[in-house]
């Protein structure tokens, strides 16, 4: 028997509520209380509530306080803070896991523990390091950061035949090292020429600004020029607008939306994730396009989110997530897919993992570095028993790095008999623990 802990649902791979072997399902839905303290900067939000109410409830009590967590409202916060959560504001404020202050969770005793009870290093360890490897997480503390009551957006979508190559290897130089109030990151997906309706790439820049528009265009003219941003591709707006904004909700929705759990799409998807540390050469550009151009490629997206700023300051070791100095940029791939039957889907994850392959020689290596809350059983799994250390380091190295060590001595103190297990849980260190 398993279990199996539920937040928003979000979990790539449904570790969160599938399982191959017998389970129980913890759903969090229902612990979704948000307290804000505007004077001290500070929340409590059960681990059941998503991104999109916290976000919701923080407007509420202030217009210039925000959270720095995920683009996407419909993620549960149990599982984002505790992978890590990185969004807009990541790059000003690094991401919610460094933003956590104190939490309660319930281990393997049944004893309810905060931060105290339970000892920096079970804190340290489900900041980054997932927390259902060590407990069932109700609530976190969270620290609110301060935003300018004005901020500034803008979309400029690029295609192939409008230099997006020339402008996304520009992209990956700037990016990162661009003033950390500015963030810029790009969609890249299918679509039919406007100019000959054949097939082509089309790279949407994305941006935030925790500032004004005049602020805004004299450092986009000075440090990429190349994008030729102008005023009129700017709107200006507040930072919880922004966020229905980014989402790609339309112009003048509600801010109710936001407390909307349901999901907004249905389809099947498959996901990876990479991390780059030397900028790709325009030719290694060139032939992701031509991978897009086949037929598994309908619905395939790569987001490209630029890291720096406040990221390069913090120790790889503060938390569990590692990605820190060094990195340029994540790259999410996913492909999405509505029709039935496993050679459909076959055909798309197939796709999937002849990009990321493609994709070996251009990004981090020892190890070949991955973000946990992309979810991904492609780079090893447990067994369903007993897992040996270095078994499970053949995923979990790719997760966490150095820090997998030190999650799974934590994992041997407070859950030595492996109670909390799943394909990609941290491993006890206890010879055939979990039997």
Not at 15 to 33: A, F, G, K, M, T
Not at 80 to 86: A, C, I, M, N, V
Not at 213 to 228: A, H, M, N, W
Request: hydrophobic letters at 40%; a neutral charge.
């Amino acid at each position: 028997m398993q279990i199996r802990i539920r937040s928003g649902g979000h979990d790539f791979e449904g570790l969160s509520y599938v399982s191959q072997v017998p389970y129980v399902i913890i759903d969090l839905i229902n612990l979704r209380e948000i307290e804000i303290d505007v004077k001290n900067r500070t929340a409590w939000v059960e681990a059941g509530a998503t991104a999109g109410e916290l976000y919701y409830k923080i407007s509420q009590k202030s217009k210039t306080l925000a959270f720095p967590a995920s683009v996407c409202p419909t993620v549960g916060v149990g599982g984002q803070f505790s992978g890590g959560g990185y969004g807009a504001l990541m790059r000003k404020y690094g991401l919610a896991a460094d933003n956590i202050i104190d939490a309660h969770i319930i281990d393997v005793k049944g004893r309810l523990l905060d931060r105290e009870a339970m000892g920096e290093d079970l804190f340290w360890a489900i900041r980054g390091g997932g927390g259902a490897s060590f407990g069932v997480i109700i609530s976190w503390k969270i620290k609110l950061v301060p935003v300018p009551s004005t901020v500034t957006v803008f979309n400029i979508p690029k295609t192939l035949e409008q230099n997006a190559i020339k402008l996304i290897h520009r992209w990956q130089v700037v990016a990162n090292k661009i003033d950390e109030n500015l963030t810029i990151w790009i969609q890249l997906v299918r679509v039919n020429s406007s100019e000959k309706g054949e097939l082509t790439i089309q790279a949407t820049f994305h941006s935030l600004f925790l500032g004004g528009v005049d602020q805004l265009i004299p450092l986009v003219q000075k440090s990429f020029p190349e994008l030729g941003l102008i005023r009129e591709d700017c709107t200006e707006m507040s930072w919880i607008e922004s966020v229905l904004y980014s989402f790609g909700f339309p112009s003048g929705q509600s801010l109710e939306v936001l407390q909307n759990r349901s999901q907004t799409t249905t389809d099947s998807f498959k996901a990876k994730s990479d991390f780059v540390r030397v900028p790709i050469p325009k030719i290694g550009l060139e032939r992701i396009w031509s991978l897009f151009g086949e037929d598994g490629a309908q619905g395939a997206k790569m987001l490209l989110f630029p890291f720096g700023g406040i990221m390069d300051k913090i120790s790889e070791s503060e938390i569990p997530f590692p990605h820190r100095s060094g990195n340029l940029y994540l790259i999410q791939y996913a492909v999405h897919w509505e029709q039935e039957g496993d050679e459909v889907a076959q055909g798309h994850v197939s796709w999937t993992r002849r990009l990321y392959s493609y994709m070996e020689d251009f990004v981090s290596k020892s190890p070949r570095a991955a973000y946990v809350n992309y979810r991904d059983l492609d780079i090893g799994v447990n067994n369903n028993g007993y897992t040996s250390y270095k078994q499970a380091s053949v995923w979990g190295v790719k997760y966490f790095k150095n820090n997998f060590n030190r999650l799974a001595h934590v994992k041997t103190k407070v859950d030595p008999l492996n109670f909390f297990k799943n394909e990609q849980s941290i491993p006890s260190l206890l010879s055939g623990g979990g039997r």
